[in-house]
């Protein structure tokens, strides 16, 4: 019992090993040096066998059942992981702050939850927030793997021009010295970068706008430039998509309504959470990446020199993206403007329209009711529509760069009108031209004043006829509900009181003859007017 704690080191069992090696597996002398070693040690010769067996054996570091809970069914574990991980996603915001592992589990012990399976309450006590936490990382229930997006979807268009990313961005510039307009209202416009990438090849074209804010008229005439002919790059046409954000512009009925004239199809992100765990605009990069090389490589050079006017601006700018374009494309052997040039559509390029065409696509409805006066002021200018519409509520079409006005009443269209000087100076006296509707009125008018009536229409025809005999007809008499006692008194009660307070004395005080008058009045009627001259009549001509 002295020698249980004796452990025999390493070396040795190392040295005995070699030692054994080179003896025959039956040799007197392998047990000859097993038992000098356990005797130098004071063990048996069997523990040095087992000491020799188990040098530098592989042993498990984990236990048998990793891996699976051991205080509770794996199963109802799995349960009540899962509801914990349900109850955090319901209560998350948008913030990130969701439910706590401890507060989850108080609210799933005091009170349970109700599922389609029923209702879920573990006793108190059994679930820890340690080992829940722990499951729910291992199994994946954990917030960071539910709240999740799913995996990025990457796309590329086959052709050029078949679709293009469109995005507005601030200029790290934000004003320039001398705008183009400026509003003293609102200050100082900001300086925007409008752009367009093609999705197929990359190549970028980029203006300076200096705008109140995203509008669908800065937007138009962006992306009217962008799809006309060009001198200085060969990027033009009209694509047959447009990717944007959903911003004022795509929500614009103008921009909508010239898309749809231009044949171009528009589509916008899919806003967060629309399918689950979604985040906002995941596949712009492409029109985002050229404006990171703008304001890193081209407006960073302000600092020496800044654009006195927008025109100055957009030329430095195009001057920079051509050699943008110019540039290696991000997989293809070629540069940017090479790969859309080679990659064209077999029917070619869909040649843009002139800007008076365009202008006739950008209008804008607006539902507005006609002066008396059939005129209209939209910002200031006066039209002068026809006269069939004064007075009626119709759709205004007016343009955003044009001064052509359509107005549209009753599935029929009217126009175009343009802006007159307004209303006529005093001491003047114009004429106008008489409408379809008042030409019929005035027609109408006119026969109203010729035609007659016969006189028999009023006193009946001459002739003499016979006395027609009157039937009476059975009537029912109206009977008033009276709900307010208006009319009857309640009761006999009700009565005698308004009895005693019109005499001014009570009824006790009354001789019997009276008293017996009273009581047969009040059990023949209830009527509040008979009784009153009853009383009236009686005691006035006894007094």
Known sequence: MANRGIRIPAETLLALRTRLAGLPPRSAARREEVGRIAGLFGVSPSTVYRALKSL???KGLRRSDRGKPRGIQERDLARYCEIIAALKMRTSNRKGRHLSTTRAIELLEEHGVQTPEGHVQPPK???KRSTVNRWLKDWGYDQPRMTRAAPAARFEAR??????????SPSDLKHIAQPAWLDPKRGQPTMMLYSVVDDRSGTSYQEYRCVYGEDAESALRFLFNAMSPKEDTEFQGIPGMIYLDNGPVAKSLVFQTVMERLGVEWKTHMPAGSDGARVTARSKGKVERPFRTVKEAHETLYHFH????????????RNFINKYNDKPHRREPHSRIEDWVAN???TGIREMCSWERFCAFAREPERRKVAADAHVSIDGAFYEVDGDLAGEEVLLWWGLFDHELFVEWQDKRYGPYRPEG??????????RKSSPREKRAEAVAKLAEQISLPRAALGGSGLDAAPAEIVPLPKVRFSDPDPWGQISYENALSARRAISYLLDRPLAELSQEDRAFIGDLVGRTLNKAEIEAAIKQRFRREQ
Not at 422 to 431: A, E, M, S, W
């Open 56 to 58: 530098h054996q592989p």
């Open 125 to 127: 006590g059994l679930l």
């Open 159 to 168: 052709h050029s021009n078949a679709c293009w990313q469109f995005d507005i």
């Open 306 to 317: 800044e654009p006195e006017t927008e025109a100055e601006a957009n030329l430095w700018l």
């Open 344 to 346: 064209l559509p077999e």
């Open 422 to 431: 307004g209303p006529i100076p005093l001491h003047r006296y114009r004429k």
